[in-house]
T-cell receptor, first 115, second 114 residues
Framework: DVKVTQSSRYLVKRTGEKVFLECVQDMDHENMFWYRQDPGLGLRLIYFSYDVKMKEKGDIPEGYSVSREKKERFSLILESASTNQTSMYLC??????????????FGNGTRLTVT | AQSVSQHNHHVILSEAASLELGCNYSYGGTVNLFWYVQYPGQHLQLLLKYFSGDPLVKGIKGFEAEFIKSKFSFNLRKPSVQWSDTAEYFCAVNANTGRRALTFGSGTRLQVQP
């Protein structure tokens, strides 16, 4: 069974801090994604990556960056955390190849609070 | 850009009632459609998916969805809900535009009362 592991379940950070959210998958998936989940807004795509060192902006990339140095690991970076980045962050992965439509496998999420 | 609308934000049903959750998408070309479910305290998981072929697709736990191209809809149905179906349900679309990421709707919170 695919496992997507997010390093922290809960995080509390101060405004202006640099924050790293880590995600690891164990199924050799090409694609990895970062979404944020907010009540009433559903899931919004921040960034995704379809290969090592490759990244593409999603719908709400402002204030975030990502890093994918190894296939199994995809990091989300908040360069200078702000209170409006308080949210649940979800990492997901999927098989790539020629299919753009493999189901996503999600981690349990990281609930980030910025004070 | 592709978008997904889920008009029912919060639905409350009694056990054994029938369920239909609406999902509409905005793209006019070929689409791939998904329903995901998030049970309380758990991660999101795939409920069912439609890529092509029979527009009525069946998923896990007795759920099904019907793709109606003319209505740009992919509604989720279950004939008789159980208390254990209490969860948040998300519709998602990939419009085959080359973007390898799903666009999700805002979600519908389903509460089933015993």
């Amino acid at each position: 069974d695919v496992k997507v592991t997010q390093s922290s379940r809960y995080l509390v950070k101060r405004t202006g801090e640099k924050v790293f959210l880590e995600c690891v998958q164990d199924m050799d998936h090409e694609n990895m994604f970062w979404y944020r989940q907010d009540p009433g807004l559903g899931l919004r795509l921040i960034y995704f990556s379809y290969d090592v060192k490759m990244k593409e902006k999603g719908d709400i990339p402002e204030g975030y960056s990502v890093s994918r140095e190894k296939k199994e690991r995809f990091s989300l970076i908040l360069e200078s955390a702000s209170t409006n980045q308080t949210s649940m962050y979800l990492c997901a992965s999927s098989w790539g190849g020629s299919s753009y439509n493999s189901p996503l496998h999600f981690g349990n999420g990281t609930r980030l609070t910025v004070t | 850009a592709q978008s997904v609308s889920q008009h029912n934000h919060h639905v409350i049903l009694s056990e054994a009632a029938s369920l239909e959750l609406g999902c509409n998408y905005s793209y006019g070309g070929t689409v791939n459609l998904f329903w995901y479910v998030q049970y309380p305290g758990q991660h999101l998981q795939l409920l069912l998916k439609y890529f092509s072929g029979d527009p009525l697709v069946k998923g896990i736990k007795g759920f099904e969805a019907e793709f109606i191209k003319s209505k740009f809809s992919f509604n989720l149905r279950k004939p008789s809900v159980q208390w254990s179906d209490t969860a948040e349900y998300f519709c998602a679309v990939n419009a085959n535009t080359g973007r390898r990421a799903l666009t999700f709707g805002s979600g519908t919170r389903l509460q089933v009362q015993p």
